[in-house]
Nanobody
Framework: QVQLVESGGGLVQAGGSLRLSCAAS????????MGWFRQAPGKEREFVAA????????YCADSVKGRFTISRDNAKNTLYLQMNSLKPEDTAVYYC???????????????WGSGTLVTVSS
């Protein structure tokens, strides 16, 4: 089992920045790819960004490309999402997830965190 705990969410004005973190514990020796997903009020959960175990491959949704950056520190078992130039439409609960292979799909994800709320005011 792997436990994932997100942090770093909060209230920010449009144009501002936040950095989300996702701390992994448990069976972290396995080389999991990681990803961020989000669910806005009244909408389905959607892909945001993903990263391979080595960090050599990253993927971002078109809606956040150029504004969000995914990274990881395997020595600290921590995943990050740096979010810049935030927009009100980025308001959502952000979840981190772990998978055997890097994926932009919600299928095949092995573990999920409980989420952290990001609210962007206009």
């Amino acid at each position: 089992q792997v436990q994932l705990v997100e942090s770093g969410g909060g209230l920010v004005q449009a144009g501002g920045s936040l950095r989300l973190s996702c701390a992994a514990s448990g069976r972290t020796r396995r080389r999991y790819a990681m990803g961020w997903f989000r669910q806005a009020p009244g909408k389905e959960r959607e892909f945001v960004a993903a990263i391979s175990w080595s960090g050599g491959s990253t993927y971002c949704a078109d809606s956040v490309k150029g504004r969000f950056t995914i990274s990881r520190d395997n020595a600290k078992n921590t995943l990050y999402l740096q979010m810049n130039s935030l927009k009100p439409e980025d308001t959502a609960v952000y979840y981190c997830a772990a998978s055997n292979v890097v994926t932009t799909s919600q299928d095949g994800l092995n573990y999920w965190g409980s989420g952290t709320l990001v609210t962007v005011s206009s």
